[in-house]
């Protein structure tokens, strides 16, 4: 995948040099979402730092750079994922080959990054997938703006429903 820039935004591969900046962004991340009504998606502790070196170790784990520093963070992949294939509701328009998104999150500073994030990944394959917590509202309605189609519900291993979309 190569990076590329969008005004000042540039998308490279995390390394585990980037831990502690996204131990902090994503510890950023979880106290806006509960001050937004939704303290349960991430809980007080996920993603951990363990998840975060795993997802680094396998290529997946992504940030946003904004002048040297971590604007966003998030997991793209290619390979599929388990939890989508069975879903409640109208389910996938495609059942082809598909992007997926995970635990995105941004410093919260630039107006713009999680969108320039999804429309990265978009622009990496053919159709993306992406969920969220039901109240995950400011999420939802990015997904929304951004022409994302809400196609039903996943659940994850643990059995926890998550709003499912599409683009």
Same mark, same amino acid.
């Given at each position: ?32 979402? $509960? &001050?937004?009504?939704?303290? %349960?998606?991430? +809980? *007080? ?5 363990? #998840? ?18 971590? $604007? &966003?963070?998030?997991?793209? %992949?290619?390979? +599929? *994922? ?5 879903? #409640? ?19 919260? &500073?630039?107006?713009g990054?999680?969108?320039?994030c ?41 059995g ?8």
């Amino acid at each position: 995948m190569s990076m590329n820039h969008t005004g000042h935004l540039l998308i490279r591969h995390a390394n585990p040099k980037d831990l502690p900046a996204l131990e902090q962004l994503y510890a950023r991340a979880r106290a806006f979402m $509960a &001050a937004s009504g939704n303290p %349960h998606q991430w +809980g *007080d502790d996920k993603p951990t730092a363990e #998840e975060l070196l795993e997802s680094i170790r396998r290529g997946h784990g992504f940030v946003c750079m904004e002048n040297g520093q971590i $604007a &966003a963070a998030f997991v793209f %992949h290619t390979q +599929g *994922d388990p939890t989508y294939d069975s879903i #409640e509701g109208e389910g996938w328009p495609d059942q082809g080959p598909y992007g997926v998104v995970h635990r995105i999150a941004t410093g919260g &500073a630039r107006h713009g990054v999680a969108a320039h994030c999804l429309a990265w990944s978009r622009a990496h394959c053919r159709q993306v997938r992406i969920d969220t917590h039901e109240k995950n509202i400011p999420m939802q309605h990015l997904l929304d703006k951004m022409g994302f189609t809400h196609c039903g519900t996943i659940y994850l291993e643990d059995g926890s429903p998550r709003l499912a979309y599409y683009l």
